[in-house]
């Protein structure tokens, strides 16, 4: 099923090629009305061809219905930046202008790449009745963050003027990715929320006992840092700090284009609380939560570094809000350390979950200590 839904997706480019050359089917309206009725034929096409063994999950509408749209992004993408030529000419102009700002060209490629990529696997695990649980969680934070932050900053930044009726599709693709968070977390865990002696042994144990955790949670308060003085910079608050920073080392939080500025207080607003609930998770033991929010995060924040970071670099972006040279480097590698640090976590909680379990009784076991357990009997008898 995963290689029809990749082959089918690419006839997107016969309807990008078909709009592109038909003036009738480039008007603002007009393309609101073909991208409603592709999106209901290709529901449609994969409704009616999977009928004699209707998939379980309805998330694998979801993903092929995605699917198809995936590769509209990356033509768009490749297009803005000059890889190819004849398909998208027409959007820019009367659909979605927007979406070639170096931050949406960005978005694009993560779109049709790495998202992409999550769907087809999601879909061959769904065919074969495979659990796949933990990379929808991954997909919906990474989907969440990319269209919350898209849809904002179109509103709040310069395009704000020049919404046309293509817009409003955008909403489907905000909503789906709650839909399915919710569904996701409110599922069955891949792993026990209970251990035993491992659990109690791990727990046990203070957390300068646990390098790997102290170094966790110092990056973890770190990134709270730099997630505080970026949200600040995003406020306009009047600290030396903040002018000083947005002056020498990241300008491009001030690009008229708005998605920075809007990304920086999702992360500030969303991100900084998670962030430190992850610290209380590595030092008060037995926190299930720990193994699906992770995860979630982890796709949220990858995302939105992903597309901060190369819209910075991006040549699209003018010269006064690029990184300078002079710190470019470091810069550089304190966004990649910011990005990378959900994943460390996520990998920890995952790799050795023993600390995030709740710890079940032996047999026999009240909770309370040998002398305390027979002072309680002698005084029932």
């Not at 390098?211 to 990134?223: F, T, W």
């Not at 709740?358 to 200590?369: A, H, R």
Request: aromatic residues 16%; contains cysteine; glycine residues 8%.
């Amino acid at each position: 099923m995963e290689t029809l839904v990749f082959l089918f997706s690419f006839t997107a480019l016969g309807i990008l090629y078909a709009m592109n050359n038909i003036p009738e089917f480039q008007e603002p309206f007009v393309i609101l009305e073909i991208g409603v009725a592709v999106l209901v034929v290709v529901f449609l096409f994969y409704f009616l061809i999977t009928r004699g063994n209707p998939p379980k999950d309805f998330l694998f509408f979801v993903f092929a219905e995605f699917s198809f749209t995936c590769i509209i992004d990356l033509t768009s993408a490749l297009e803005y930046d000059g890889f190819i030529s004849g398909f998208m000419e027409f959007y820019r102009k009367t659909g979605e202008p927007y979406l070639g700002t170096p931050y949406a060209i960005m978005m694009c490629y993560w779109d049709g790449i790495a998202h992409f990529i999550m769907y087809l696997v999601m879909i061959g695990r769904i065919t074969d009745r495979k659990a796949y649980r933990t990379l929808g969680l991954f997909w919906a934070g990474s989907l969440c963050a990319n269209m919350s932050v898209f849809i904002t900053g179109i509103v709040a930044g310069k395009y704000g003027k020049e919404i046309r009726p293509a817009f409003w599709i955008n909403f489907l693709f905000l909503l789906m990715p709650v839909v399915g968070a919710i569904t996701l977390f409110t599922r069955p865990k891949d792993r026990p929320l209970t251990g035993g002696y491992n659990a109690q042994h791990a727990q046990s144990m203070k957390l300068i006992w646990r390098p790997m955790d102290l170094i966790l949670v110092l990056l973890l308060l770190a990134a709270m840092a730099f997630t505080t003085l970026r949200g600040l910079v995003a406020l306009d608050a009047p600290l030396e700090a903040c002018s000083l920073y947005v002056k020498h080392f990241e300008p491009y939080l001030k690009d008229p284009v708005g998605y920075p500025r809007v990304m920086m207080l999702h992360l500030y607003f969303y991100g900084l609380p998670l962030l430190g609930a992850f610290v209380y998770g590595l030092l008060r033991p037995g926190c299930t939560w720990m193994s699906d929010w992770t995860v979630f995060f982890c796709g949220a924040m990858i995302q939105c570094q992903w597309a901060h970071i190369g819209g910075s670099l991006h040549s699209g972006t003018k010269a006064p809000f690029r990184i300078p040279n002079d710190v470019f480097w470091s810069v550089l590698a304190a966004n990649v350390l910011y990005a990378a640090t959900p994943i460390l976590v996520a990998m920890r909680v995952r790799s050795n979950p023993y600390f995030f379990l709740k710890i079940s009784p032996f047999p026999g076991q009240t909770g309370l200590p040998n002398s305390e357990e027979k002072d309680t009997k002698y005084k029932d008898k």
